[in-house]
């Protein structure tokens, strides 16, 4: 999962065209939220809870879907009108989101690297499904490929999993990055009304979704554990995981959609400037998240029988919950109160900077914490909480004092305009 940066000199257009934006620090505030329920997932196993909320909690796992929603949105909004006639600062535009990735990305490898080796001599049962003897040329060439962002292209458990599981997100988010200019030229050319936003929105979002289900759907078709994929994947979700959930192919559709929500939430504003009239009420737009994140909520619950019932395990991994994200980024940025006032906190706009750290530091944490509980002299929800804490805290100090000085030295370095 990619933890976008979205603080405030995210929202800054290297070289604006109009007076610039206005920033939405409620959407920062709100990745730390989304980053905390995809903790929630992973430890989930490791909480006393009754057993609905650990069937909430597997929810989390869709939190991939709000930062990729999030990030179209907050991009478009960054640099609608640095690419609206070309794609000229192609080249200024792809060091910046470099500089803001690359650097923690690659740092948090070697900080994990001593704890990952030191689990499998100790304890290789906490690393999940990983089926084969673990050589030191597999754990070299698993090492480069996961440093260098390769992994997603390697359908091999042992290469997206053992490192860090959940770094998968961010080599999709690059190669997103890669594609978003010529998305957003696109569709500023096409001269979209609100009507035409919202078509473009449902036909991507229809299209992914069937593409998702179609793919898995001949993945575990085709699965035995006899055939080449099964050799290399050995368990059938697993290759699921794998050749679909987790494709750029299959993954984009959440950020075109984003980025044509932030379209639609521009348009919403020059067609109700300040000057005009008040904004929605704040209090009716709180209660459209409310309600989106109550849709969430029973989604996650539901157990529907027959056709449904067989593909919702599918639909849950991201397509339930898109709609929903929708909505909860569109009304943050729209104003809603109080919710947004409360993101809006300096507390919380920090501790959403520091997201980004966070989601790549929890995975190695995650492990280390079952390994302490298999020893059985600690409680596993004492370990969990103890864990999140540490996290959080050592996030905020790698955001402070590793993300922000390497990604200013890298500006000033490269002259960058905007780092």
Known sequence: MAIIQTGKEDLESPKPVRARRPPLPSLTGARFLAAFFVILYHFNSLLAVPNWLHTMFVAGRSGVSFFYVLSGFILAYNYCDTFRENTKDYGSFMRSRIFRVAPMYMLSL?????????????????????HQPLTKGILASTWVCNLLGLQIFVPIPVYQILWNAADWSVPCEVLFYLAFPFALKFFLSRKLNRTGIYLWMIGIYVAQSALFTIEASVVAAKW???SLLGRLTKEKNLAIDMLCYRMPLVRIGEFLVGILLCLLFLESQERRPQSEGPQPAAKSLSLLVIAAVAYGAAASLANPGGLL???????????????????????????????????????????????????????TTLLLALAFVARGTVAATGVAIGCWL??????????????????????????????
């Open 110 to 130: 070697p900080l994990a690297t001593p704890a990952i080796l030191w689990l499998c001599a100790n304890y290789p049962s906490v690393i999940p499904r990983i």
């Open 224 to 226: 035995t554990p006899l």
């Open 309 to 363: 019932g067989k593909a919702w395990p599918w639909l849950e991994s991201f397509p339930l919950y898109v709609p929903m994200y929708c909505v909860i980024v569109f009304g943050l940025a729209k104003g809603a109160r109080p919710i947004s006032g409360f993101l809006s906190h300096p507390l919380m706009q920090l501790l959403g900077d520091a997201s980004y750290s966070l989601y790549l530091i929890h995975g």
């Open 390 to 419: 540490g996290c959080i805290i050592a996030s905020v100090l790698f955001y402070r004092y590793f993300e922000t000085p390497v990604r200013n030295a890298l500006r000033n370095r490269f002259r960058s305009p905007q780092a």
